[in-house]
């Protein structure tokens, strides 16, 4: 069965601090990797992946693939508590789930001033 | 363009009765999804559509109905509401299905049933 497992599950940090947040993945043939930014509303697209050792960076965010341990991570320097937010890891898989996102239960971060 | 609208923006039903999500996209997107999001389990698909006319399953798609007859709209239809279905639902479209192509959210819809 696919799947995608994110952790940690929540993270409470300080303003300033650097976090790190992982997913991992399983599925059947993988084809990209999203991380979504989620607030109070609905989640909000922040990078695709698609080749391994290939950072994308955006401001103080930024993530890399890893094919061959089958994950990636996703960086935030300098964190704000305008970074408090639930963080989705989503995997598109082209076989199994026939081309559709598994998304990944989510980090909740909370950035404390 | 408006992008992804969800109405209602909140609901509460009794078990048994039966009502219609609607989801609206101006994009002219092809590809358009429903997800459930409960706490602790991220996003899970209920149903998806591909184009007009061509609707699919996805993993949890047990007490909902969809249609496709117009590019735009994409309504979720409950059929008997159940406590288990009490989430947070959203819509989603993209120019076509996967993730090369970049989905865009709705504001959700809160439904509790009792």
């Known amino acids: 069965e696919d799947k995608v497992v994110q952790s940690p599950l929540s993270l409470v940090v300080h303003e300033g601090d650097t976090v790190t947040l992982n997913c991992s993945y399983e599925?059947?043939?993988?084809?990209?990797l999203l991380w979504y930014k989620q607030e109070k509303k609905a989640p909000t697209f922040l990078f695709m992946l698609?080749?391994?050792?290939i950072e994308k960076k955006s401001g103080r965010l930024s993530s890399i693939l890893d094919k061959k341990e089958l994950s990636s991570i996703l960086n935030i320097t300098a964190t704000q508590t305008g970074d408090s937010a639930i963080y989705l890891c989503?995997?598109?898989?082209?076989?199994?789930?026939?081309?559709?996102?598994?998304f990944g239960k989510g980090t909740k971060l909370s950035v404390k001033p | 363009n408006a992008g992804v609208t969800q109405t209602p923006k909140f609901q509460v039903l009794k078990t048994g009765q039966s009502m219609t999500l609607q989801c609206a996209q101006d994009?002219?997107?092809?590809?358009m999804s429903w997800y459930r999001q409960d706490p602790g389990m991220g996003l899970r698909l209920i149903h998806y559509?591909?184009?007009?006319?061509?609707?699919d399953q996805g993993e949890v798609p047990n007490g909902y109905n969809v249609s496709r007859s117009t590019t735009e709209d994409f309504p979720l239809r409950l059929l008997s509401a159940a406590p288990s279905q009490t989430s947070v639902y959203f819509c989603?479209?993209?120019?076509?299905?996967?993730?090369?192509?970049?989905?865009?959210f709705g504001p959700g819809t809160r439904l509790t049933v009792l």
């Open positions: 989503a995997v598109e898989d082209y076989g199994g789930s026939q081309g559709n996102l598994i």
């Open positions: 989603a479209s993209s120019y076509s299905r996967g993730g090369h192509n970049e989905q865009f």
């Open positions: 994009m002219n997107h092809e590809y």
């Open positions: 698609t080749s391994s050792g």
């Open positions: 599925v059947t043939n993988f084809r990209s």
């Open positions: 559509s591909v184009g007009a006319g061509i609707t």
